[in-house]
């Protein structure tokens, strides 16, 4: 099922009261009486002005904090994958010392290592994986 955001329910709100707004307008300046059906629109499209008002500054806070986890996150890979690259270079080299029929034992060489296999996150599954079939 389909579901418009809030913001865009308010917008069309929005859009669609000043369309009535116009319209009773145009009807009043040839001698219509709308002036409680105009104060009333007028009245819910200032409110809900105000609700997309509070919708927007809701937003943009999101989407600050969207931004700061992004950046959190870049640096915390980044140094997990600088931090274990080395070691994980060593620990291929170890397995390939191995005679053939003999595998090293299974063990995390590394607390980076151990890291990426509790993170739970898809690059740290697929950091896990390379590690543990690197051997």
């Keep these: 099922m389909?579901?418009?955001r809030p913001w865009e329910d308010a917008t069309r709100e929005i859009d669609d009261y000043a369309v009535q707004i116009r319209v009773l307008e145009r009807e009043s300046a040839l001698g219509a009486d709308h002036s409680e059906r105009l104060a009333l629109l007028t009245k819910q499209k200032a409110a809900t002005e105000a609700i997309l008002a509070g919708l927007q500054a809701r937003w943009e806070?999101?989407?600050a904090l969207v931004t700061r986890i992004r950046e959190v996150?870049?640096?915390?890979e980044g140094s997990t994958a600088a931090g274990s690259a080395q070691p994980q270079v060593q620990s291929v080299a170890v397995g390939a010392a191995q005679p053939q029929g003999q595998s090293a034992a299974p063990s995390v060489q590394n607390a980076a290592a151990a890291a990426a296999l509790r993170d739970p996150g898809p690059r740290a599954r697929h950091r896990a994986h390379a590690f543990r079939t690197a051997r």
């Design 61 to 63: 806070k999101e989407s």
């Design 2 to 4: 389909f579901c418009r």
């Design 73 to 76: 996150r870049g640096k915390l």
